[in-house]
T-cell receptor, first 111, second 113 residues
């Protein structure tokens, strides 16, 4: 079945460490997105990519980086510059007019 | 820029009762409108969407939503709620095409026996 796979489901980061969250889709969607979800704040857009080798900053890109070397993959790196990274991270993909398909999320915790 | 308001953060309904979740948007033209549902610790699932045409749209799990241009609203409804409907519901707005989607802050639904 087609879908989006996010891994790992849980991730723990030490202070000053970079971590990478994986997002893979087999839906042949052009566009992919990363959102951060915090209680009471809804979903906030971190980065998005509409085609391979191109991506744009969202509303809260500081402290994050992405790459889009393949259509199927859109990994997110949470860098040490992100001072409050504890959150639930959601990856999504879309084909215009069909809405988003979301992965099951990665919960990142700073230890 | 578009915005989405979900005025109810928490709603509690009895099982079997009807449900209406409110969503208002702010945008110059008619945007694309969506409702998503999220179970705890999971991603979001698309319930239904409106692009144009019939203002009453049917979705999965027995949900429907009505677009009212005059009120800039896109309220979600279900005639009889089941315990499994307990989840968080998000309204979303997209201006059109590959443009940034704006999500509301969500409404958490609790279903009591």
């Amino acid at each position: 079945d087609g879908g989006i796979t996010q891994s790992p489901k849980y991730l723990f980061r030490k202070e000053g460490q970079n971590v990478t969250l994986s997002c893979e889709q087999n839906l042949n969607h052009d566009a992919m997105y990363w959102y951060r979800q915090d209680p009471g704040q809804g979903l906030r857009l971190i980065y998005y990519s509409q085609i391979v080798n191109d991506f744009q900053k969202g509303d809260i890109a500081e402290g994050y980086s992405v790459s889009r070397e393949k259509k199927e993959s859109f990994p997110l790196t949470v860098t040490s510059a992100q001072k409050n990274p504890t959150a639930f991270y959601l990856c999504a993909s879309s084909y215009t007019l069909y809405g988003y398909t979301f992965g099951s999320g990665t919960r990142l915790t700073v230890v | 820029a578009q915005s989405v308001t979900q005025p109810d953060i928490h709603i509690t309904v009895s099982e079997g009762a009807s449900l209406e979740l409110r969503c208002n948007y702010s945008y110059g033209a008619t945007p694309y409108l969506f409702w998503y549902v999220q179970s705890p610790g999971q991603g979001l699932q698309l319930l239904l969407k409106y692009f144009s045409g019939d203002t009453l749209v049917q979705g999965i799990k027995g949900f429907e939503a009505e677009f009212k241009r005059s009120q800039s609203s896109f309220n979600l409804r279900k005639p009889s709620v089941h315990w499994s409907d307990a989840a968080e519901y998000f309204c979303a707005v997209e201006p059109g095409g590959y443009q940034k989607v704006t999500f509301g802050i969500g409404t958490k639904l609790q279903v009591i026996p």
